[in-house]
C-alpha cells in the first residue's frame, strides 16, 4: 500500500504561483510514476502532469503546459507541482496519485493510489 498526502494548496489571485506537495509512505518505490489530477465542481477529474519513476521524464496536459512544473525528490518521496500564471480556470481540487506502470498515460485508471485532495482556488 501506498499513502498518499497533499499539501501547498489555497487561494491565490490570477496571475500567482503555488507550489503543491505530496509526500508518499508506505510501500514506496522511486520506481513509481506519479502524476497529478484536478477535478473543478461538476467535471470530471483530468490529468494535469506526470513524471516517470525511473527516468523522470515528464508529461503535461496542453492547458498548463510551460506553466507548470513537476518535479520529484525522491530522498523525500515528495512530487511537486509548481504552478505559475494561475487562472481562475486552474480552480478545482488537486490529486496526487501514484502508478506502478512504467509509463502510465493519462488515465485516471492508470494510477493505483489516490491522496485526497488539496483546493486550489484562482480568483480573477
Known amino acids: 500500500q501506498v499513502q498518499l498526502a497533499e499539501s501547498g494548496g489555497g487561494l491565490v489571485q490570477a496571475g500567482g504561483s503555488l507550489r503543491l506537495s505530496c509526500a508518499a509512505s508506505?510501500?514506496?518505490?522511486?520506481?513509481?510514476?506519479m502524476g497529478w489530477f484536478r477535478q473543478a465542481p461538476g467535471k470530471e477529474r483530468e490529468f494535469v502532469a506526470r513524471?516517470?519513476?525511473?527516468?523522470?521524464?515528464?508529461l503535461y496536459a496542453d492547458s498548463v503546459k510551460g506553466r507548470f512544473t513537476i518535479s520529484r525528490d525522491i530522498a523525500k518521496n515528495t512530487v511537486y507541482l509548481q504552478m505559475n500564471s494561475l487562472k481562475p480556470e486552474d480552480t478545482a481540487v488537486y490529486y496526487c496519485?501514484?502508478?506502478?506502470?512504467?509509463?502510465?498515460?493519462?488515465?485516471?485508471?492508470?494510477?493505483?493510489?489516490w491522496g485526497q485532495g488539496t483546493q486550489v482556488t484562482v480568483s480573477s
Open positions: 508506505g510501500r514506496t518505490s522511486g520506481s513509481y510514476a
Open positions: 496519485a501514484a502508478s506502478s506502470t512504467q509509463v502510465p498515460g493519462p488515465g485516471v485508471n492508470e494510477y493505483n493510489y
Open positions: 513524471i516517470r519513476g525511473r527516468d523522470s521524464r515528464t
